[in-house]
């Protein structure tokens, strides 16, 4: 017999677009770095209730009140650490992590070093401007040595972070770089990421066009290519590594680095292992234990 209930359609990209609209400077790379998680998003197939997107500061940061998701904006550079939280509360969840090059690889970095080393399962994108774009044109944990800014109107003195080398040697087991000028590649990145149980990495060079005056759209289309175009290897840890140290007439994108034999952190602890998700279980202390220790703490 035939159910007379309406089959509910796929989402589309369309279910992922948020009511406020993105208050970012005219041609900023992070409109396509929306566009791209809306896609991916569709692409994985769950509905907007079952993903979570966590931030922390930055123009890039604002990205969860853009999306259809459920969101939060957290503390500069501790996105990962409330993202974990997230994840261990409620690990059916879709987690992914956003925010900037500052953020995450300036303040952010001690957590985004063990973030990578727990493998915790969640995607975690950076838009990668090389510069301190809210903050009106400063340096930057990835701007290059000589660059000048508001900071170091002289040149910068300072060597940058790899981010990519960083990651997979740090444990990251998926490691992947797009370039929002290629909404399609990036998506595509975004897509396996969250597919990814673990950690996952896609920096993307979003190009700020109000403060970088070095690192633009018209470079990066210069000088970016496709690492799948090369036939490399993303299980070959050796050659990601090499990969993610090339940066000159041409620097690559894509999927560098992909580990599928280590346990996420979530599916490693057997806790979570019993159960379901720790949301959906009832209080191990009685309403009474639990107003005593409140007051308790209050």
Not at 31 to 59: D, N, W
């Amino acid at each position: 017999m035939a159910s007379d209930k309406p089959i509910k359609a796929a989402p589309t990209a369309k279910d992922f677009k948020g009511d406020v609209a993105p208050d970012w400077c005219p041609g900023c790379g992070d409109f396509g770095v929306l566009r791209a998680l809306e896609l991916a998003c569709a692409k994985l197939g769950r509905e907007p209730h079952e993903y979570v997107t966590v931030s922390g500061i930055g123009c890039s940061s604002n990205l969860p009140g853009y999306i259809n998701t459920y969101g939060m904006h957290t503390l500069h550079g501790r996105a990962l650490a409330v993202a974990t939280g997230v994840k261990l509360a409620n690990h059916e969840l879709t987690v992914v992590a956003t925010g900037g090059d500052g953020d995450g690889y300036g303040i952010g970095g001690n957590h985004f070093v063990h973030t990578m080393r727990r493998n915790v399962d969640l995607l975690y994108i950076v838009m990668n401007n090389q510069i301190y774009g809210l903050t009106t044109g400063q340096v930057s944990p990835t701007s290059r040595i000589g660059m000048k800014t508001k900071s170091t109107p002289f040149g910068s003195l300072e060597g940058p972070v790899n981010p990519l080398a960083m990651a997979i040697v740090t444990g990251a087991s998926f490691v992947a770089r797009g370039f929002s000028g290629d909404t399609k590649h990036l998506a595509e990145l975004m897509y396996r990421g969250m597919e990814h149980k673990g950690f996952a990495l896609v920096d993307v060079f979003s190009p700020c066009i109000t403060y970088n005056k070095d690192n633009t759209f018209a470079f990066f289309k210069q000088t970016v290519t496709k690492l799948e175009d090369a036939g490399h290897d993303p299980t070959d840890w050796k050659a990601a590594v090499e990969h993610s140290m090339q940066w000159g007439d041409e620097i690559p994108t894509g999927l560098f680095y992909h580990d599928t034999s280590r346990p996420s952190l979530d599916g490693a602890e057997p806790v979570l292992g019993e159960g379901g998700p720790l949301a959906h279980r009832k209080l191990g202390v009685t309403a009474e234990q639990g107003a005593a220790i409140i007051k308790k703490m209050m």
